[in-house]
């Protein structure tokens, strides 16, 4: 089942009102026919792929420059019901809650809270690792790149059993660091959500009240939340499913580690994030605060094998939140994010001005490949579209063929 809400190019007049009135940004770039082909490539490709698995419900939003290309939502927000996902369905999105943190903490840097080398412990007192060595030389950019030294995931399963962070954070002095701080990559959960103790205490403000103020208001971002009290009274949300495409319930799991986990969102907010995350919202962030966060800080070569479908791919790092990825010609700004049986995929590339963001209610098949594939059927596309752009003159091509 798709819920027909978005192929731009055939809205009528009466319906490209209406969405500005509510998205602020037109489609305007799908005059030209090859940004046509690119969206009718990829709308064909989706709705294939939903009609062929077990997948309930997605949404999606392409972004070119500042318009919208594509914003539609997929199947149904609850299996037991079959109520159409709208561009405006909350989703929870798990872990590309993560960028948030690393660009509200762009922010507090540039507005001089701290510094991107400042020790935890400095805004953190409580903060105490297995040695003073260690505890001293953890920094905040530590934290946002999850290279601590910490192992894998640690305390991931206190979090999962509903332990609050504070709680959570102090039990670290007993675990031993699995490297030297800075040295070694090992993602994180609990430890990377003590930005939030960080943001406190420098900003006399909690964490979750600051991403409201600096990010969702000004970017329009009507839908979004960060607790689980809010997604239990929205009334336009998507529930999770399984594997099979059974209903799940909505738990509270990782609102407990809001950086890390605890967002929610519709397609129609996402979108608007990623017109801040392209720099087309310099009264929300600076394009240099932009560029540091972004920055690669460690190499995450080891999960290469994690990313199969992003060919051709040379190497992958960790910045402030965010991945990134070298695809040779191309350096992609990636996350995904999993919880509560939700799926969530974003990337986009800073040069081209490019953005994708899908969102899923099951841990969908779909979900690992649909984001590269779409930049595949960018690349494929982009010469022909620049040249009409340049141009205005239609240069015929041969039809997409996935590889």
């Given amino acids: 089942m798709v819920a027909m809400l978005a192929v731009p190019y055939f809205w009528s007049k009466k319906d490209v009102s209406e969405v500005k009135r509510e ?41 070119k420059d500042t318009s919208i290309l594509y914003m539609r939502g997929f199947g149904v ?46 805004y953190y007192p409580d903060f105490k690792l297995s040695t003073q060595e260690h505890t001293d030389q953890a920094t905040i950019s530590h934290l946002l790149s999850h290279t601590t030294g910490m192992p894998y995931h640690t305390y991931s399963d ?19 660091p699995a490297a030297p701080v800075g040295k070694m990559y090992n993602y994180q959960n609990a430890v990377f959500s003590l930005i939030e103790e960080v943001i406190k205490s420098s900003t006399h403000q909690n964490y979750q009240d600051l991403v409201r103020k600096r990010i969702f208001e000004p970017a329009g971002m009507k839908n979004a939340s960060l607790t689980y009290r809010e997604i239990l009274q929205t009334k336009d949300k998507a529930y999770p499913h399984d594997n099979l495409g059974g209903r799940m319930d909505i738990t509270s799991k990782y609102y407990n ?15 608007k994030w990623m ?6 919202r310099n009264d929300i962030v600076t394009d240099a605060t932009l560029d540091r966060v972004f920055a690669p800080i460690i ?20 910045a ?46 779909i979900a690992s490949s649909c984001i590269p594939i779409f930049f595949d059927m960018y690349r494929f596309h982009s010469d022909n ?19």
């Fill in 77 to 122: 927000k609850n299996a037991r019901v079959g109520d159409s996902v709208d561009v405006n369905t909350v989703f929870r999105i798990g872990s590309l809650s993560k960028g948030f943190a690393g660009v509200l903490s762009g922010m507090l840097v540039e507005d001089g809270r701290f510094a991107w080398n400042d020790p935890v412990k400095k």
């Fill in 23 to 63: 998205l602020k940004y037109l489609p305007e770039n799908l005059e030209n026919p090859h940004t046509r082909d690119l969206v009718n490539s990829f709308d064909q490709f989706f709705k294939s792929a939903m009609q062929g698995s077990r997948t309930p419900g997605a949404a999606v939003v392409i972004i």
């Fill in 158 to 176: 206190l979090v999962e059993g509903g332990w609050t962070l504070r709680n959570i954070s102090a039990k670290l002095h007993r675990v031993r």
């Fill in 299 to 318: 190499t995450t070569s080891n999960e290469r094998r994690v990313f199969p479908h992003w060919a051709p791919m040379r190497d992958a790092y960790y």
């Fill in 257 to 271: 580690t809001t950086a890390a986990g605890g967002i929610n969102a519709s397609i129609a907010d996402m979108g």
């Fill in 385 to 403: 579209i620049k040249e009409w752009e340049t141009t205005g003159k239609f240069k015929s091509a041969l039809s997409y063929q996935s590889k």
């Fill in 275 to 280: 017109q801040v995350l392209l720099g087309n």
């Fill in 320 to 365: 402030l939140g965010w991945r990134v990825l070298d695809c040779g010609a191309d350096t992609l700004i990636y996350h995904g994010g999993y919880v509560n049986g939700y799926r969530s995929e974003l990337a986009f590339d800073r040069k081209e001005k490019v953005a994708i963001c899908v969102l899923f209610n099951s841990p969908s098949p």
